[in-house]
């Protein structure tokens, strides 16, 4: 079967490992390709110049095709919209885009993570009645918007109806957990009876196995607890609570030590005045390889997630694997799971710092059973191996 995903150019630095869709369209091309199946890749990159002009090109022959198309996308017309109806300028890049996944020809088109040119993408195949299968890893909806930008009231209400078209042309969406699913079928729109799947998403293998390199930490001692988030400069993500967690155990003058993995370079007008003191009171270490990423998980008492809202954050299994629980915010796609594993206590509220370190407090005593059956869980159900085979065998039904 020739399966078409949406693809990434090379990345920089490849002794770090990225998280999100990037990371996981790796491990699907690795598995899929185990599975006898031939998958190609179709990056797309919006141009500045309006000359009429795209290119079409192979960058990556043999085993895995990779496909890069670069032309006008008009995305101003969409950020710059007066109403909500979907611009008439959006109609060409769509017919480019039809044409070159017709010359690709696919069996099936599978796409990860949603954007407007995925959306491009779902449009594309579906005039060309190619069977499409969209993976939710995240929902477009919650996070549109929460960088502080003033968007357009009419430039939200189009990108959520671009969200909706999902369900309205997808053969398939894989949700990642029944709280995401919920999330989007109730807040949204409603999700089509038969034409949606919840597949979770895997985990790195590398995180099965101890660390060969060691991480310093400055200001680690044994007589401190070391407290950690790993994230990037988002909103979404709320480091500004872990900045607060830190500043209120300072004030308290407990004997603990604050570590984030996070790339401070970002700029979001919503929680930039919080990155001047967030150095203060937190050791900022820049991306990590991956060796040195689990040796800081190993390091850690307990991770922090405090995200505005999370879908199925992979830190989370990460540490697991490694050890190490983390302590999450009821808008984190896990709480389920934690509950089910007895659990419940590591879901906190981050709005009041002084009741978090409180509550901490009694999670760093605790007994780490739960933790212990959690990771057991994750090891399992979460297997790429077994993934990927319910990946395979969707894929296969929906290709008759």
């Given at each position: 079967?020739k399966?078409?995903?949406?693809?990434?150019?090379?990345?920089?630095?490849?002794?770090?490992l990225y998280?999100?869709p990037?990371n996981f369209t790796?491990?699907?091309?690795?598995?899929l390709n185990?599975?006898?199946?031939?998958?190609v890749?179709?990056s797309?990159?919006g141009?500045?110049?309006?000359?009429?002009?795209f290119?079409?090109?192979?960058?990556?022959?043999?085993?895995?095709?990779?496909?890069?198309?670069?032309?006008r996308?008009?995305?101003?017309?969409?950020f710059?919209?007066?109403?909500a109806?979907?611009?008439?300028?959006l109609?060409?890049?769509?017919a480019?885009?039809?044409?070159?996944?017709?010359r690709?020809?696919p069996?099936?088109?599978?796409?990860?993570?949603?954007s407007?040119?995925?959306w491009y993408?779902?449009?594309?195949?579906?005039?060309?009645?190619?069977?499409?299968?969209m993976?939710?890893?995240?929902?477009w909806f919650k996070?549109?918007?929460t960088?502080?930008?003033d968007?357009?009231?009419a430039c939200?209400?189009?990108?959520?109806?671009?969200?909706?078209?999902?369900?309205r042309?997808?053969?398939?969406?894989i949700?990642?957990?029944?709280?995401?699913r919920d999330?989007?079928?109730r807040?949204?729109i409603?999700?089509?009876?038969?034409?949606?799947q919840?597949i979770?998403?895997?985990?790195h293998?590398?995180?099965?196995?101890?660390?060969?390199?060691?991480?310093?930490?400055k200001?680690?001692?044994?007589?401190?607890?070391k407290?950690?988030?790993?994230s990037?400069?988002d909103?979404?993500k709320?480091?500004q609570?872990?900045m607060a967690?830190?500043?209120?155990?300072?004030?308290?003058?407990?004997?603990w030590e604050f570590y984030?993995?996070i790339?401070?370079k970002?700029?979001?007008?919503?929680?930039?005045?919080f990155?001047?003191?967030?150095?203060k009171?937190?050791?900022?270490i820049?991306?990590?390889?991956q060796?040195e990423?689990?040796s800081?998980?190993?390091?850690?008492d307990?991770?922090v997630?405090?995200?505005?809202f999370?879908?199925?954050?992979?830190?989370?299994?990460?540490?697991?694997?490694?050890g190490k629980?983390?302590v999450?915010s009821?808008?984190?796609?896990?709480?389920?799971e934690?509950?089910?594993?007895?659990?419940?206590?590591?879901?906190?509220?981050f709005?009041?710092?002084?009741l978090?370190?409180?509550?901490i407090?009694?999670?760093?005593?605790n007994?780490?059973?739960?933790?212990?059956r959690?990771a057991?869980?994750i090891?399992?159900?979460?297997?790429p191996?077994n993934?990927?085979?319910?990946?395979?065998?969707l894929?296969?039904?929906?290709?008759?």
């Amino acid at each position: 079967m020739k399966i078409l995903i949406n693809g990434y150019r090379e990345k920089k630095n490849k002794k770090i490992l990225y998280g999100g869709p990037r990371n996981f369209t790796g491990l699907l091309i690795e598995h899929l390709n185990s599975l006898s199946h031939s998958i190609v890749s179709l990056s797309i990159h919006g141009k500045k110049r309006i000359d009429g002009k795209f290119l079409f090109k192979q960058e990556i022959k043999g085993k895995n095709p990779a496909w890069f198309l670069k032309l006008r996308l008009n995305f101003a017309d969409i950020f710059g919209a007066k109403s909500a109806a979907y611009p008439k300028s959006l109609k060409r890049p769509r017919a480019i885009i039809s044409e070159a996944i017709r010359r690709i020809n696919p069996d099936i088109v599978l796409l990860n993570g949603y954007s407007i040119i995925n959306w491009y993408i779902l449009r594309a195949a579906k005039d060309l009645g190619l069977p499409v299968v969209m993976a939710h890893h995240g929902l477009w909806f919650k996070e549109m918007n929460t960088a502080g930008n003033d968007m357009p009231a009419a430039c939200e209400k189009m990108l959520r109806e671009m969200e909706k078209d999902i369900t309205r042309f997808a053969d398939c969406e894989i949700f990642l957990n029944k709280y995401s699913r919920d999330e989007y079928n109730r807040k949204l729109i409603k999700i089509r009876p038969g034409r949606n799947q919840i597949i979770p998403l895997p985990y790195h293998p590398m995180f099965q196995t101890k660390p060969n390199e060691t991480l310093k930490l400055k200001g680690a001692s044994d007589d401190k607890i070391k407290i950690g988030m790993v994230s990037r400069w988002d909103p979404v993500k709320s480091p500004q609570k872990f900045m607060a967690l830190a500043k209120q155990a300072k004030k308290q003058k407990l004997p603990w030590e604050f570590y984030a993995v996070i790339k401070l370079k970002y700029n979001y007008k919503e929680i930039d005045k919080f990155k001047k003191d967030f150095s203060k009171y937190v050791n900022v270490i820049p991306q990590l390889p991956q060796e040195e990423l689990k040796s800081f998980y190993r390091q850690m008492d307990l991770l922090v997630l405090p995200s505005r809202f999370d879908t199925s954050p992979t830190v989370v299994m990460e540490a697991a694997l490694q050890g190490k629980p983390t302590v999450i915010s009821p808008t984190v796609g896990w709480v389920s799971e934690y509950k089910r594993f007895g659990a419940g206590d590591w879901i906190i509220n981050f709005d009041k710092p002084a009741l978090v370190v409180k509550k901490i407090a009694v999670l760093i005593d605790n007994n780490r059973t739960s933790f212990t059956r959690f990771a057991k869980h994750i090891e399992t159900k979460h297997s790429p191996k077994n993934v990927f085979a319910a990946y395979d065998k969707l894929l296969r039904k929906l290709v008759k």
